[in-house]
């Protein structure tokens, strides 16, 4: 029974840990860890250097410094455009070691803690969306790709959408005829994936400047990845019947973000200069 009540108190502590928060915190510490480690590669060598040359402790000790600059200067800039919404000099062309060092290195540092990886991940997303939404850009329609998952499609469906999303019918039983009426409505393309490949595929045939995916927690967070640096507006997908099986799409939400990006020109009807604001609800 104690031991019971120790693991609810540990579960409802890291739930109040929840949405930026998370990888925010995660940041901090991974970039701490990032840092000593980087201050042991020239602290413990360093009496050696001498029997290589004089300059030689104080060249790797730039080396070094330079490194801790650029992870305290992506951090501290994460840190405060989730917060405060400003940019640091240089950070956006710095958002790549966030993308790309600090996620793997903060799921294995949530492993400690007990943190799943798909909390970890949906911090992450919420983050890079952020992030995307801050460079306040609009696009013309065939610049932007809204890219699915095939778990969309009715299990039950005998139809293949993977190739050529225009075959489905329509029959209302899933998502994906929702999905079309959005594509028809603002002239975006629409595809469907069934894997990384062909999704990095779809990718390098359209060109486009950004990205409207929806995917899972472990899809998105790949995804953002591998696209740096493209953008990618992430949704989470909703899964009634569990993983990878006949899961959904928050329409209201992804239209949202289609007017969001979308150049006000080419909206279907007339609109006023407010701009459009999105409830994430992830």
Same mark, same amino acid.
């Given at each position: 029974?104690?031991?019971?009540?120790?693991?609810?108190?540990?579960?409802?502590?890291?739930?109040?840990?929840?949405?930026?928060? $998370?990888?925010l915190?995660?940041?901090?510490?991974?970039?701490?860890?990032l840092c000593?480690?980087?201050?042991?590669l020239w602290?413990?060598?360093?009496f050696?250097?001498n029997?290589?040359?004089?300059?030689? #402790?104080?060249?790797?000790?730039?080396?070094?410094?330079?490194a %801790?600059?650029?992870? +305290?200067?992506?951090?501290?800039? *994460?840190?405060?455009?989730?917060?405060?919404?400003r940019? %640091?000099p240089?950070?956006?062309?710095?958002?790549?070691?966030?993308?790309? $060092?600090?996620?793997?290195?903060?799921?294995?540092?949530?492993?400690?803690?007990?943190?799943? #990886?798909?909390?970890?991940?949906?911090?992450?997303?919420?983050?890079?969306?952020? %992030?995307? $939404?801050?460079?306040?850009?609009?696009?013309?329609?065939?610049?932007?790709l809204?890219?699915?998952p095939?778990?969309?499609?009715?299990?039950?469906? #005998?139809?293949?959408?993977?190739?050529?999303?225009?075959?489905c019918?329509?029959c209302?039983?899933c998502?994906?005829?929702?999905?079309?009426e +959005?594509?028809?409505?603002?002239?975006?393309?629409l595809?469907?994936?069934?894997?990384?490949?062909?999704?990095?595929?779809?990718?390098?045939?359209?060109?486009?400047?950004?990205?409207?995916?929806?995917?899972c927690?472990r899809? *998105?967070?790949?995804?953002?990845?591998?696209?740096?640096?493209?953008?990618?507006?992430?949704?989470?997908?909703?899964?009634?019947?569990?993983?990878c099986?006949?899961? $959904?799409?928050?329409?209201?939400?992804l239209?949202?973000?289609?007017?969001?990006?979308?150049?006000?020109?080419?909206?279907?009807?007339?609109v006023?200069?407010?701009?459009v604001?999105?409830?994430?609800?992830?």
């Amino acid at each position: 029974m104690a031991e019971n009540t120790r693991n609810t108190k540990r579960d409802n502590s890291l739930d109040e840990i929840s949405g930026k928060g $998370l990888f925010l915190t995660l940041v901090a510490i991974t970039s701490l860890v990032l840092c000593l480690f980087l201050l042991s590669l020239w602290v413990i060598p360093y009496f050696g250097f001498n029997a290589i040359h004089p300059l030689a #402790k104080w060249i790797a000790g730039g080396f070094v410094g330079l490194a %801790l600059m650029v992870v +305290l200067w992506a951090s501290l800039g *994460l840190l405060i455009k989730s917060t405060t919404g400003r940019n %640091l000099p240089f950070f956006n062309k710095m958002r790549g070691v966030t993308i790309r $060092l600090f996620l793997p290195l903060m799921t294995l540092i949530g492993k400690l803690f007990g943190i799943s #990886k798909n909390k970890i991940r949906s911090s992450f997303i919420r983050v890079n969306n952020d %992030l995307v $939404l801050s460079e306040a850009r609009t696009f013309k329609p065939e610049e932007m790709l809204m890219l699915m998952p095939h778990c969309l499609q009715n299990s039950r469906c #005998k139809l293949r959408l993977t190739y050529n999303v225009r075959n489905c019918k329509r029959c209302g039983k899933c998502s994906i005829a929702g999905l079309l009426e +959005l594509s028809d409505k603002y002239h975006i393309h629409l595809a469907v994936a069934t894997g990384g490949t062909i999704a990095r595929r779809i990718v390098v045939e359209r060109r486009p400047k950004i990205i409207l995916a929806v995917a899972c927690q472990r899809d *998105l967070a790949s995804g953002i990845q591998d696209t740096y640096p493209l953008p990618v507006y992430g949704i989470l997908n909703l899964r009634p019947h569990g993983p990878c099986l006949d899961t $959904l799409v928050p329409l209201d939400h992804l239209e949202a973000a289609i007017r969001r990006f979308l150049d006000p020109r080419y909206y279907p009807e007339p609109v006023g200069p407010e701009p459009v604001s999105i409830n994430p609800g992830n």
